[in-house]
T-cell receptor, first 115, second 111 residues
Framework: DTGVSQDPRHKITKRGQNVTFRCDPI?????LYWYRQTLGQGPEFLTY????????KSRLLSDRFSAERPKGSFSTLEIQRTEQGDSAMYLC?????????????FGQGTRLTVV | DQQVKQNSPSLSVQEGRISILNCDYT??????FLWYKKYPAEGPTFLIS?????DKNEDGRFTVFLNKSAKHLSLHIVPSQPGDSAVYFC??????????FGKGTRLSVIA
């Protein structure tokens, strides 16, 4: 299967703990995106990379959030000192480096529950 | 400020009939529009897209219409099937910027 892969699928953590999620994009895709989705909302943009460069961060991404994409392959999203408001589905997507617009392909997401 | 709006949270349609899902946008610089389908506990799946230079794009049972002057697009599914029951998200981008999504419309196709 050459789709976008996310790990873990589910994570339950206590408030105040740190969590890290991993995303493996489609291998030939240069762009990688992180989105967050809460109940009743559409996916909300968090940040994205072109190869290893982080090009944009949403104002939704507080200082407790950090994302990396070393060597332009997989990416990690870390949340430090988790809060109950961080509970959401975290979605990763990838796309070809767009000279023209192309669709983004999503992984199955990581559902985070902060208790 | 919601740049992409899906004003109908839900829609019910009988099997075999047409489903029409609507989407409005406010950013006139958007030039690429997409529809995604999402089942529970899964990520969104790309369905169909349209560039702003076109007003219609068709793929099997799915057709997307774009009305730039009204800043409106719609997704037509005909004939609707029970397996089409899902949440449908409209998304848009400006140039090669990240996609902006609407809140989604839950489609229920009744057998």
């Amino acid at each position: 299967d050459t789709g976008v892969s996310q790990d873990p699928r589910h994570k339950i953590t206590k408030r105040g703990q740190n969590v890290t999620f991993r995303c493996d994009p489609i291998s030939e895709h240069n762009r990688l995106y992180w989105y967050r989705q809460t109940l009743g909302q559409g996916p909300e943009f968090l940040t994205y990379f072109q190869n290893e460069a982080q090009l944009e961060k949403s104002r939704l991404l507080s200082d407790r959030f950090s994302a990396e994409r070393p060597k332009g392959s997989f990416s990690t999203l870390e949340i430090q000192r988790t809060e109950q408001g961080d509970s959401a589905m975290y979605l990763c997507a990838s796309s070809l480096d767009p000279v023209m617009n192309t669709e983004a392909f999503f992984g199955q997401g990581t559902r985070l529950t902060v208790v | 400020d919601q740049q992409v709006k899906q004003n109908s949270p839900s829609l019910s349609v009988q099997e075999g009939r047409i489903s029409i899902l609507n989407c409005d946008y406010t950013n006139s610089m958007f030039d690429y529009f997409l529809w995604y389908k999402k089942y529970p506990a899964e990520g969104p799946t790309f369905l169909i897209s349209i560039s702003s230079i076109k007003d219609k794009n068709e793929d099997g049972r799915f057709t997307v219409f774009l009305n730039k002057s009204a800043k409106h697009l719609s997704l037509h599914i005909v004939p609707s099937q029970p397996g089409d029951s899902a949440v449908y998200f409209c998304a848009a981008s400006e140039g090669n910027t990240p996609l902006v999504f609407g809140k989604g419309t839950r489609l229920s196709v009744i057998a």
